[in-house]
Antibody, heavy 120, light 108 residues
Framework: QLQLQESGPGLVKPSETLSLTCTVSGGSISSSSYYWGWIRQPPGKGLEWIGSIYYSGSTYYNPSLKSRVTISVDTSKNQFSLKLSSVTAADTAVYYC????????????WGQGTLVTVSS | EIVMTQSPATLSVSPGERATLSCRASQSVSSNLAWYQQKPGQAPRLLIYGASTRATGIPARFSGSGSGTEFTLTISSLQSEDFAVYYCQQYNNWPPNTFGQGTKLEIK
C-alpha cells in the first residue's frame, strides 16, 4: 500500500525559505505512470495546488507561485522535495504531498500533511 | 485560470437522507473533474474522478454526474461518517488545476 509522509520544519521566519520533503513508501517514485505533487491548505481555507514533478525531473508549477517554488526529486531515496522562497504569513498552511496519474491530474493517495507556520 | 464555484457553502441534512452538492466551472472542463472528502484534521480523500467514476473503495452511495461546466455530487443515504467538507477540482486546463472553495456537509 502506497504511503506518503511529509517532513520538515514547522516554523519558518518571514523572508526565509520553506523546505519540505515527501518520502514515498510501498511503491517506487520512479513509476512512469505517475506525477508527484504538492498541495497546500491555509488554516480554515481551501486547497491550492503548488506544483508537480515526474521522476525524470520534469516539473509543472502554479503560475501564482512559480517565481518562488522549486520542486525536486531524489529517486535514490524515493523522495521529492519542495522549496518555497521569500515566505510571508500568507504561506502559513498545511502542506500535503500526493500522487497523481500522469494522464489524470487528480490526487490519490495523500500524505497526512504538515503544518508550516511563518512567523518571527 | 478556471474558477470552480461550489454551492451551497454549508448543507444541513439528516442522516439517511440524500445530499446533493454542486460545482460550477467558469469554463468547460469536459469531464475532467474530481471530488474529494475531507474530515477535520485529515487529508482529503479522492471520491470521484472523471466526473462520475468512483475511486477504489468508495461506497456506491456516492455518485457524480455532469460535464462541461455543471457538476453534482450525490450521496444517496447519508451515514454519520459522511459529514465532512467536500471539494471539487478541475484538471482539464492546467497549470494550474484548481479546486472549489468547499461545501461543508453538516448534520441537521
Amino acid at each position: 500500500q502506497l504511503q506518503l509522509q511529509e517532513s520538515g520544519p514547522g516554523l519558518v521566519k518571514p523572508s526565509e525559505t520553506l523546505s519540505l520533503t515527501c518520502t514515498v513508501s510501498g511503491g517506487s517514485i520512479s513509476s512512469s505512470s505517475y506525477y508527484w505533487g504538492w498541495i497546500r491548505q491555509p488554516p480554515g481555507k481551501g486547497l491550492e495546488w503548488i506544483g508537480s514533478i515526474y521522476y525524470s525531473g520534469s516539473t509543472y508549477y502554479n503560475p501564482s507561485l512559480k517565481s518562488r517554488v522549486t520542486i525536486s526529486v531524489d529517486t535514490s531515496k524515493n523522495q521529492f522535495s519542495l522549496k518555497l522562497s521569500s515566505v510571508t504569513a500568507a504561506d502559513t498552511a498545511v502542506y500535503y504531498c500526493a500522487r497523481h496519474p500522469s494522464i489524470l491530474w487528480c490526487y490519490d493517495p495523500w500524505g497526512q500533511g504538515t503544518l508550516v507556520t511563518v512567523s518571527s | 485560470e478556471i474558477v470552480m464555484t461550489q454551492s451551497p457553502a454549508t448543507l444541513s441534512v439528516s442522516p439517511g437522507e440524500r445530499a446533493t452538492l454542486s460545482c460550477r466551472a467558469s469554463q468547460s472542463v469536459s469531464s475532467n473533474l474530481a471530488w474529494y472528502q475531507q474530515k477535520p484534521g485529515q487529508a482529503p480523500r479522492l471520491l470521484i474522478y472523471g466526473a462520475s467514476t468512483r475511486a477504489t473503495g468508495i461506497p456506491a452511495r456516492f455518485s457524480g454526474s455532469g460535464s462541461g461546466t455543471e457538476f453534482t455530487l450525490t450521496i444517496s443515504s447519508l451515514q454519520s461518517e459522511d459529514f465532512a467538507v467536500y471539494y471539487c477540482q478541475q484538471y482539464n486546463n492546467w497549470p494550474p488545476n484548481t479546486f472549489g472553495q468547499g461545501t461543508k456537509l453538516e448534520i441537521k
